[in-house]
């Protein structure tokens, strides 16, 4: 155990103490204000406040933690040795840095509450954050400070052993559209065949034509060839289902369509499945209920994880939503736009929210990237993206993090837009376990 000095115990600092040294180091942690329990303390030990009390080992305290509320604070990059970092210490701190607080604003998304402009979806964009603009999105900065600080603590503390993490790789399979043709209702099949003719999309209408008679397979079905190559390289996959009602944005296939029922009972068979919110469940509790309710119809478990559809969601409302409805684990966090760590970290977390000052049950997984930001975002070819796809992975391997990507069951298809993308897929799972082994 190591116990930490600091003038006053808040939940912010409990919290991020916490994560650091208990969820990230597997170090349990604990607190004291009593000069004199810090001085008998004869195992690892380190002060966070304002000046040190002896020699010990002491981080010097920015007042982000001690606060309470938001403000707009000015931060200034500067590094440590050759990872960027923020809030400096000064002189007499062993790091250059007030590595908790530094990480805490960027865990909690602290400048997610700060007002912003928005997208055409509502959502924050990786343009507005401080790792975009100071260049280190790409890069869990958190996870390699804390890297960093595990090894100074080594040295300090030579008798105590610091666990080693293991290396995570988890594959997401979010299904917008479940089927391209198959089992629509009959007044959208007319309307896309009627489309397709006045735009002279040929291949969509015949390839339409084929698959309703039973001639071919529907290119979107791909869902057998991601259950095999989960066991064919031993990877934990997660299916988010979306189940709304149709509007512009939600398109996915009846939920009351037998068929569409039967695959997600299938698919519950042999992986996990989650929820995936609809476009308009951002701030709408009663809608993201409905959605819940209806996929715990289908597959007769509690629902208990969930990704956001358009990665749309508000801090902290949508997160406040998902725990009133005792959604456990989120997967939302990463940007459309941007493939990265908008945490800046690649490790899960449990969500602090800001409005009340407390850690939250909710876990947080973050996610590295997603194939429509490689493809449709950043207009990269296959072969780019898995060269993308490979730096963020040794990223993440570099600290024994989790590795979470997010794929589409359409992308596998080829079909398309997804032309030349059908093995793209295959060959990540193979980049993956040749690394990993």
Same mark, same amino acid.
């Given at each position: 155990? *190591?116990?930490?000095?600091?003038?006053?115990?808040?939940?912010?600092?409990?919290? !991020?103490?916490?994560?650091?040294?208990?969820?990230?180091?597997?170090?349990?942690?604990?607190?004291?204000?009593?000069?004199?329990? =810090?001085?008998?303390?004869? %195992?690892?030990?380190? $002060?966070?406040?304002?000046?040190?009390?002896?020699?010990?080992?002491?981080? @010097?305290?920015?007042?982000?933690?001690?606060?309470? %509320?938001?403000?707009?604070?000015?931060?200034?990059?500067?590094?440590?040795?050759?990872?960027?970092?923020?809030?400096?210490?000064?002189?007499?701190? $062993?790091?250059?840095?007030? !590595?908790?607080?530094? $990480?805490?604003?960027?865990?909690?998304?602290?400048?997610?509450?700060?007002?912003?402009?928005?997208?055409?979806?509502?959502?924050?964009?990786?343009?507005?954050?401080?790792?975009?603009?100071? #260049?280190?999105?790409?890069?869990?900065?958190?996870? *390699?400070?804390?890297?960093? +600080?595990?090894?100074?603590?080594?040295?300090?503390?030579?008798?105590?052993?610091?666990?080693?993490?293991?290396?995570?790789?988890?594959?997401? !399979?979010?299904?917008?559209?479940?089927?391209?043709?198959?089992?629509?209702?009959?007044?959208?099949?007319?309307?896309?065949? *009627?489309?397709? =003719?006045?735009?002279?999309?040929?291949?969509?209408?015949?390839?339409?034509?084929?698959?309703?008679?039973?001639?071919?397979?529907?290119?979107?079905?791909? &869902?057998?060839?991601?259950?095999?190559?989960?066991?064919?390289?031993?990877? #934990?996959?997660?299916?988010?289902?979306?189940?709304?009602?149709?509007?512009?944005?939600?398109?996915?296939?009846?939920?009351?369509?037998?068929?569409?029922?039967?695959?997600? #009972?299938?698919?519950?068979?042999?992986?996990?499945?989650?929820?995936?919110?609809?476009?308009?469940?951002?701030?709408?509790?009663?809608?993201?209920?409905?959605? @819940?309710?209806? +996929?715990?119809?289908?597959?007769?478990?509690?629902?208990?994880?969930?990704?956001?559809?358009?990665?749309? =969601?508000?801090?902290?409302?949508?997160?406040?939503?998902?725990?009133?409805?005792? *959604?456990?684990?989120?997967?939302?966090?990463?940007?459309?736009?941007?493939?990265?760590?908008?945490?800046?970290?690649?490790?899960?977390?449990?969500?602090?929210?800001?409005? &009340?000052?407390?850690?939250?049950?909710?876990?947080?997984?973050?996610?590295?990237?997603?194939?429509?930001?490689?493809?449709?975002?950043?207009?990269?070819?296959?072969?780019?993206?898995?060269?993308?796809?490979?730096?963020?992975?040794?990223?993440?391997?570099?600290?024994?993090?989790?590795?979470?990507?997010?794929?589409?069951?359409?992308?596998?298809? %080829?079909?398309?837009?997804?032309?030349?993308?059908?093995?793209?897929?295959?060959?990540?799972?193979?980049?993956?376990?040749?690394?990993?082994?």
């Amino acid at each position: 155990m *190591i116990l930490v000095y600091t003038h006053k115990i808040t939940p912010r600092v409990r919290y !991020i103490f916490k994560h650091i040294f208990t969820r990230v180091l597997l170090v349990p942690v604990s607190f004291t204000t009593k000069v004199e329990d =810090f001085v008998a303390h004869n %195992g690892p030990k380190m $002060s966070y406040t304002k000046v040190p009390l002896g020699k010990e080992f002491f981080v @010097k305290s920015n007042e982000l933690l001690f606060e309470q %509320g938001i403000n707009d604070l000015e931060i200034t990059l500067s590094s440590w040795d050759d990872t960027p970092c923020f809030f400096n210490a000064g002189p007499h701190s $062993s790091i250059p840095f007030d !590595i908790f607080a530094a $990480s805490f604003y960027l865990i909690s998304r602290y400048e997610e509450y700060l007002p912003h402009v928005r997208d055409i979806h509502e959502r924050f964009t990786a343009e507005q954050s401080l790792a975009y603009n100071f #260049k280190f999105l790409e890069k869990p900065v958190v996870d *390699i400070w804390v890297v960093k +600080l595990k090894t100074i603590l080594k040295l300090r503390f030579p008798e105590y052993h610091f666990p080693d993490r293991e290396f995570r790789y988890i594959s997401t !399979i979010d299904v917008d559209n479940a089927f391209a043709y198959k089992y629509k209702s009959f007044v959208r099949t007319f309307g896309a065949f *009627i489309s397709d =003719f006045f735009k002279l999309q040929i291949r969509s209408f015949w390839s339409r034509v084929l698959v309703l008679l039973r001639i071919r397979k529907d290119p979107y079905n791909t &869902f057998e060839k991601i259950l095999t190559l989960s066991k064919t390289y031993d990877v #934990k996959v997660i299916f988010f289902f979306l189940i709304a009602d149709y509007t512009t944005f939600d398109t996915n296939v009846s939920a009351t369509k037998r068929q569409f029922r039967l695959l997600i #009972k299938h698919i519950a068979d042999y992986a996990s499945v989650g929820l995936h919110p609809s476009y308009y469940t951002m701030k709408n509790s009663v809608m993201l209920k409905k959605e @819940k309710d209806r +996929l715990e119809s289908i597959t007769n478990i509690p629902t208990t994880i969930s990704r956001q559809h358009f990665l749309r =969601f508000s801090l902290p409302e949508t997160y406040q939503n998902l725990i009133d409805l005792e *959604i456990e684990e989120d997967y939302s966090m990463g940007y459309a736009s941007h493939v990265g760590f908008r945490a800046s970290t690649s490790i899960p977390f449990h969500f602090f929210d800001l409005d &009340f000052e407390i850690q939250t049950p909710l876990l947080i997984h973050p996610f590295a990237l997603m194939d429509t930001t490689l493809n449709d975002y950043m207009g990269l070819t296959p072969k780019q993206s898995l060269g993308r796809t490979k730096d963020l992975l040794n990223e993440v391997m570099n600290v024994n993090g989790t590795f979470i990507t997010l794929f589409h069951n359409e992308s596998l298809s %080829g079909y398309l837009r997804w032309n030349g993308w059908e093995k793209v897929y295959d060959k990540m799972q193979k980049l993956i376990h040749t690394h990993v082994n």
